[in-house]
């Protein structure tokens, strides 16, 4: 499937939590086949626009749609992969039995489930650390192990909450080569960041303050 068939539209979306307005009045149409940056001051609201593009939170107004081939491809959720800030992971589970355990439970079969994560820790330079429990790993290995479980899903959507932030500048190119190279795969591929070499990476950015967009109001995104 071509980069151009995957689109995520955005009408007038609106998050209300804690009785005020995080997200107000958002909209926005992504396309597969290219990396989309996401920036703001803190409090912005981006990781909440980030669970609401993965489809990890419904929106309190508005409208969420995924078409793929030109037609209403269903919930977000089930195609998209998001890497969290604070990583999501499971303890008292090894990091490949974390990779593991989201496509266990989207059925996928046994063979492929281990050629998938065997490639998403190796990818992510953990193959070495595959067996260790979670909670022994350093923050940036389980960021990685986070990057290496959403990768492994081979998502339509690939959302990342901050994946760079707890990284050294080797891991910081790996991660950022495995997210671009997703992106180019067609899938919608969106990184939320505050530095400047991850949004460089990116082949837009659009900005968000106090809930809502700056520029640009729109982004289409277009495999060239």
Known sequence: MSAAETSLRLEHVGVDLGGRAVLDDVSLTLRGGEAVGLTGPSGSGKTVLCLVLAGALEPTRGSLRLEVGGRAGGPVAPVAGLVLQVHGLVEGLSAEENVALPLQAHGVERHEVVRRV??????????????????????????????????????????????????????????????????HDGAIVVIASDDPEVLSACAQVVVLDRGRLLVPPSARIVAG
Do not use: F, M, Y
Request: aromatic content about 0%.
């Open 118 to 183: 065997a490639q998403a820790l190796r990818d992510v330079d953990l193959e070495r650390h595959a067996a260790r429990p979670v909670e022994e790993l350093s923050g940036g290995e389980r960021q990685r192990v986070g990057i290496a479980r959403a990768l492994a899903a081979e998502p339509l959507v690939l959302v990342a909450d901050e994946p760079t932030a707890e990284l050294d500048s080797g891991n910081r190119e790996r991660v950022l080569r495995l997210l671009t190279a997703r992106a």
